[in-house]
C-alpha cells in the first residue's frame, strides 16, 4: 500500500515550458488535491476534486489546469511555465475531510 | 470564506519544557480541526484532530484543545524532544474525518527544541 505518491521529484523548467505533473493513490479516495507550499505562506490550494471526471478551482488556480480522468490519478498541468510557478507542490487525497499527503515535487522555473 | 490565523510563526523551546501554538478561526460552521506536522523536506502528517463536540482530546505528549465560543484552538506538546523540531500547521473544516469538507490552513508554525 503505497498511499499518495508523486512523479517527478524534482524539475527544473525554462520560462515557457510545459510539463504535467502525476499523482497517484491507491487508497480507493473519492477527493483529491493540489497544493503549492511557498515559504512563509503554508499551503494553498489551487485545484481540487470531489470525484473521477470532476475538477475545481481552489484559492490560486491561475496558471494551472487539472484532469482527473481515473479515480486514483489527478493531474496538474502548467501550459507556459512562469519564474512565480517555482514552489513545491503537494498532492494530497481524503475520504473525508482528514487529508493524506504525497511527498512533493520540487519545482524550479528559470 | 474560512480565514485561519495562526501564531507564533515561530517558536523556540528548550528540551523538556512545553510547546504551546494558538490558532483562530473565521466561520462559525467549521467543525473539524487538525493539525499537521511537516519536518524538514518531508510531507505535511496528520498528528491530532478533533471534532466540535469534543473540547479536548490527548495522544501521549501532544493536546489539542478547543473554544467554539471563541473561536480558537491550541495545540499543546509536553515534555518536547528534539524530534519534535517541524513545522506545525492547523486547519480548518466545515467536514468532518468522516465525510467531505475542504482544509483551510494556517500559515504554520516552525518549532525548534534545543537541547
Known amino acids: 500500500n503505497a498511499g499518495v505518491t508523486q512523479t517527478p521529484k524534482f524539475r527544473v523548467l525554462k520560462t515557457g515550458q510545459s510539463m504535467t505533473l502525476l499523482c497517484a493513490q491507491d487508497m480507493n479516495h473519492e477527493y483529491m488535491y493540489w497544493y503549492r507550499q511557498d515559504p512563509g505562506m503554508g499551503l494553498r490550494l489551487i485545484h481540487y476534486?470531489?470525484?473521477?471526471?470532476?475538477?475545481a478551482k481552489g484559492e490560486v488556480p491561475d496558471g494551472y489546469n487539472v484532469s482527473r480522468l481515473k479515480k486514483q490519478n489527478f493531474l496538474l498541468g502548467l501550459e507556459s511555465a512562469a519564474p512565480s510557478q517555482t514552489s513545491v507542490y503537494f498532492c494530497?487525497?481524503?475520504?473525508?475531510?482528514?487529508?493524506?499527503f504525497g511527498p512533493g515535487t520540487r519545482l524550479t522555473v528559470l | 470564506g474560512e480565514n485561519v490565523e495562526q501564531h507564533p510563526s515561530t517558536l523556540s523551546v528548550q528540551e523538556g519544557d512545553s510547546a504551546v501554538i494558538k490558532c483562530t478561526y473565521s466561520?462559525?460552521?467549521?467543525?473539524?480541526f487538525p493539525w499537521y506536522k511537516q519536518e524538514l523536506g518531508k510531507r505535511p502528517q496528520l498528528i491530532i484532530d478533533?471534532?466540535?463536540?469534543?473540547g479536548e482530546k490527548k495522544d501521549q505528549r501532544i493536546a489539542v484543545t478547543l473554544n467554539k465560543t471563541a473561536k480558537h484552538f491550541s495545540l499543546h506538546i509536553t515534555e518536547t524532544q528534539p524530534e519534535d523540531s517541524a513545522v506545525y500547521f492547523c486547519a480548518a473544516s466545515k467536514g468532518r474525518a468522516d465525510s467531505w469538507g475542504k482544509l483551510q490552513f494556517g500559515a504554520g508554525t516552525q518549532v525548534v527544541v534545543t537541547p
Open positions: 466561520d462559525s460552521a467549521s467543525n473539524y
Open positions: 494530497a487525497s481524503s475520504y473525508g475531510a482528514t487529508q493524506y
Open positions: 478533533i471534532r466540535s463536540n469534543v
Open positions: 476534486s470531489v470525484g473521477e471526471g470532476t475538477t
